[in-house]
């Protein structure tokens, strides 16, 4: 069983940083992907930010050039810099972490996400 935690949130104000944090453990061979997602109050979920083993981060236009996906391959830590925050960054950020475990079935794991707001 792979289990992933985000920390890190909280209030802070607009122009602001943030940084997130994503932590992977259990039972894994290798993490193929580990991507953020939020949703704010009553909007669907979407992609931020993803990080795959092999390829350049990827983020959406709304968080181009604010955020970054740096990741700790020791601490199975994968980090979400949110920096110039505006309010439309309000929501509940969610990590979520896909790969293979150690019998290489693969795994689909989310985090219970961590609040950000953003406000004066």
């Known amino acids: 069983q792979v289990h992933v935690v985000e920390s890190g949130g909280g209030l802070v104000q607009p122009g602001g940083s943030l940084r997130l944090f994503c932590v992977t453990s259990?039972?894994?061979?290798?993490?193929?992907?580990t991507a953020w997602y939020r949703q704010a109050p009553g909007k669907e979920r979407e992609l931020v930010a993803s990080a795959t083993s092999r390829s350049s981060p990827t983020y959406s236009d709304s968080v181009k050039g604010r955020f970054t996906i740096p990741r700790d391959n020791v601490r199975n830590t994968v980090y979400l810099q949110m920096n110039s925050l505006k309010p439309d960054d309000t929501a509940v950020y969610f990590c979520n972490a896909h790969g293979l475990s150690i019998t290489r079935s693969p795994f689909d794991s989310w985090g219970q996400g961590t609040q950000v707001a953003v406000s004066s």
């Open positions: 259990g039972s894994i061979f290798s993490t193929v992907t």
